[in-house]
């Protein structure tokens, strides 16, 4: 006898496929366009400290002006590290928000003020810092102390993306609550996951500047604890590498496949890699802290197993980016073991370099497994090996990908056409990139591997034969970063082109779909309450002992030290 | 959710891979003992003389029994204190002969610094308020340099010396 299934029964998937498109209005349009400005803006202004800094360090060339070397490392840390990436991802972010679940004119007013706190904070912090207030690099050391300016500026971009943060939040719920029962379309799903991972890692730097810093240097307190400062900062530190990627990813899965002529390999492994990314990138900061004193090393050690496990998802990635190439090469009819790379777009600056940038992921992740490995990371922690390592993954994997949703992002956005001749000079800034990163990046590894440290200026060592091998090496910095910053050059121009002479027109917005027959998403993937409660018990577990410890365990506080960064 | 059967193939090696990683590595620290620096020590940074370790004579390379040496170092902006000489003057260079174990003892009275014997397994941060510690044995002779490898200031790439191991 057959049995109706009764009507009211909720079926355990999502029935809708795909993504409707929205038209993004002007003002988003102007939104998105300012945040490109800025980051574009730092890209150049920071390529420039990198510049001369390859050059102090090759020892043939002196800073003029009495320019201190330390100055021009914390522009490039700070400018390059939170200034373009959170700049350049809160914006593309928002395009694919405009473009996927819409805003109301309330919530882009919102979003304005988001980006004008930021940008006020930007401007604050960075004059400090130009005017050598804030020799403190981007990761503060505290006992030194810079001018509270440096600190309230800093703190005024995270609160300026908070209030980003909350308006896609709004967003995604509005549209969750007007299509019921549907599942939230994969790019927004994937912009709250990292909007999500970047509120709760924040607050971390954001304590360690209200309780901390800022008191600290307006005077209201005497002393600081230097070990809870350093650990809230890389409580925050290590998912800040995770917002830089996680944008990446988004275009990996669900744009490149459209650009290549092929369709998204699977959306519930798309959700459940970024689901697993949210949940292993914050209670992981101890194993930036390996060598550090005050710290159990046991502690060190279980954030160092909850670090390896973002293996999965990574693994995950790299799977359907394969899969993908080789399901849509095999569509097209291209057969045989290897035959399917043939028909990829090589000559698609689009695909090109971000193409690039999931190669260099392979060798910038096995460095981050030896940096990870415990004991291993003796052998290289604070060396220039480290350098090399996030030159690889950060200025590679993830900038040569932002650079190739801006080939289309940014005519997108001015209604202009990405011409041929952009695409070609595009191809050739890419090819630049990799061929002066490889050459600075290996050098840096190498010189890494016997010694050399990082964040230093100039020094013969008192002569040493190993500081006479490391000068080797920090000439081939010198050559390879020069390649680099003409690239640079030539992607501003690239930029100014795309918005000012391009030929009017209108450029896609690359958003893949799903195969006609794909299989349903799980409602489980949106269980949002789930998410957020997991990802807050590992944190739970993974701080509260070792924190607990630095506050109860504390030495005597110490003391501001404005001398050595000259800020006396 | 659905895998793909070679999904499947590629994620089971890799946990798999995974497992074994980090059974070495936990085989490494919890069986043979090797740990990076994680001493707890406590130390008021403006009187670094309550720990005897830090006493002006007691700083620098001394032998404490055949092939065993502690090495004291006070590491402040932008200097490595390793002791005097007899005629008083700042030592820069130590030695030691090969085979040697060597139980390195560092602080620092202002800021952060890094102690890192480039090309040695004595890399470890020193903070303020803590005493860093770390035993290792120097199998291997040459010149090897010591450098700050954690920004302490403008003067940060001016602290350095240098230690021979001898056969």
Redesign the interface.
């Known amino acids: 006898m057959e049995t109706a299934t009764a009507p009211a029964k909720q079926s355990n998937v999502f029935r809708n496929k795909g993504t409707m498109e929205l038209r993004l209005s002007k003002n988003e349009r102007r939104l998105v366009m300012s945040y490109m400005y800025v980051a574009f803006i730092s890209l150049f202004i920071g390529g420039l400290m990198g510049l001369l800094q390859v050059l102090v360090r090759s020892g043939n060339f002196e800073l003029p002006w009495g320019i201190n070397y330390y100055t021009i490392l914390t522009v490039h840390g700070v400018i390059l590290g939170l200034v373009l990436t959170t700049f350049f991802i809160i914006g593309f972010q928002n395009a694919l928000m405009g473009k996927t679940v819409g805003y109301s004119k309330k919530q882009l007013n919102w979003a304005w003020i988001g980006f004008a706190v930021m940008t006020i904070g930007m401007i604050i912090a960075a004059i400090t810092i130009l005017v050598g207030k804030a020799n403190v690099l981007y990761t503060f050391y505290a006992p030194l102390q810079a001018h509270p300016a440096f600190y309230i500026g800093i703190t005024l971009v995270v609160v300026g993306s908070w209030i980003n943060a909350f308006v896609n939040f709004r967003q995604f719920y509005m549209w969750k609550k007007k299509h019921p029962d549907e599942k939230s379309p994969l790019l927004a799903f994937m912009v709250v996951i990292n909007m999500l991972m970047w509120l709760i890692a924040t607050l971390g730097v954001a304590t360690a500047m209200l309780v901390q810093f800022i008191p600290w240097s307006l005077g209201y307190k005497n002393t600081i604890n230097v070990l809870l400062s350093r650990t809230l900062f890389w409580y925050f530190g290590h998912p800040l590498v995770y917002f830089w990627l996680l944008p990446a990813y988004m275009a990996w899965y669900a744009i490149i496949p459209k650009i290549i002529g092929g369709k998204i390999f699977s959306d519930t492994l798309a959700r459940f890699s970024f689901i697993l990314f949210l949940f292993f990138s914050i209670p992981v900061g101890l194993h930036h802290q390996l060598t550090e004193p005050g710290l159990d090393s046991t502690w060190k050690f279980i954030q160092v197993i909850l670090t390896f496990m973002v293996v999965i998802p990574s693994l995950m990635t790299a799977f359907s980016m394969f899969a993908t190439f080789e399901i849509t090469g095999r569509k097209k009819g291209y057969g045989g073991l290897f035959g399917w790379l043939k028909h990829l777009p090589w000559s698609d600056v689009r695909f090109l370099a971000p193409f690039i940038g999931m190669l260099a992921f392979i060798p910038g992740g096995a460095g981050g497994i030896v940096n990870a490995s415990y004991q291993i990371n003796t052998l290289v922690h604070n060396t220039i090996w480290v350098t090399g390592h996030f030159h690889l993954t950060a200025a590679t994997t993830v900038v040569l990908t932002f650079f190739g949703i801006a080939y289309w992002l940014i005519p997108h956005l001015t209604g202009r056409k990405l011409t041929k001749s952009v695409n070609r000079l595009g191809i050739i800034q890419t090819i630049l990139w990799t061929v002066g990163m490889l050459i600075m990046s290996i050098s840096m590894h190498i010189q890494g591997l016997i010694g050399g440290p990082r964040r230093s200026a100039y020094s013969d060592y008192g002569g040493t034969a190993q500081a006479t091998e490391w000068g080797a090496y920090q000439m081939a910095q010198a050559v390879g970063g020069t390649i680099l910053f003409i690239a640079i050059v030539l992607m501003v121009y690239i930029f100014v082109k795309m918005i000012f002479f391009s030929p009017k027109g209108e450029e896609e917005f690359p958003i893949a779909q799903e195969e006609d027959n794909a299989e349903p998403t799980p409602r489980w993937t949106e269980n949002w309450k789930l998410w957020i409660a997991i990802t807050l018990v590992l944190i739970l577990f993974a701080y509260t002992v070792p924190i607990m410890d630095v506050i109860q365990n504390a030495p005597p506080g110490s003391a501001p030290f404005d001398w050595p960064i000259g800020n006396s | 959710?659905?895998?793909?059967k070679?999904?499947k193939y590629?994620?089971g090696l890799?946990?798999i891979g995974?497992i074994a990683?980090?059974l070495i590595?936990?085989f490494?620290?919890?069986y043979l003992g090797?740990?990076?620096?994680?001493?707890?020590?406590?130390?008021?940074?403006?009187n670094l003389e309550m720990n005897e370790a830090f006493h002006e004579e007691n700083l620098g390379l001394t032998k404490v029994d055949e092939g065993r040496y502690v090495l004291n170092v006070v590491a402040s902006?932008?200097n490595y204190n390793l002791g005097t000489d007899e005629s008083g003057a700042p030592i820069?260079h130590i030695e030691i002969p090969a085979g040697s174990k060597v139980l390195v003892q560092a602080t620092s009275p202002?800021?952060?610094h890094?102690l890192?014997f480039?090309?040695t397994?004595i890399?470890?941060?020193?903070?303020?308020?803590?005493?860093?510690?770390l035993e290792v044995q120097l199998d291997n002779p040459g010149?090897?340099?010591l450098?700050?490898?954690?920004?302490?200031?403008?003067?940060?790439?001016?602290m350095?010396?240098?230690m021979e191991v001898v056969e």
Do not use: K, R
């Open positions: 959710m659905h895998l793909h070679y999904e590629w994620l890799g946990i995974l990683f980090l590595l936990g490494g620290a919890f090797t740990h990076p620096q994680s001493h707890g020590e406590l130390i008021d940074p403006e902006a932008f820069s202002d800021v952060v890094g890192n480039a090309g397994n890399n470890m941060m020193v903070e303020p308020g803590y005493v860093s510690a010149e090897y340099t450098v700050c490898n954690e920004y302490c200031g403008v003067g940060h790439h001016m350095f010396g240098t």
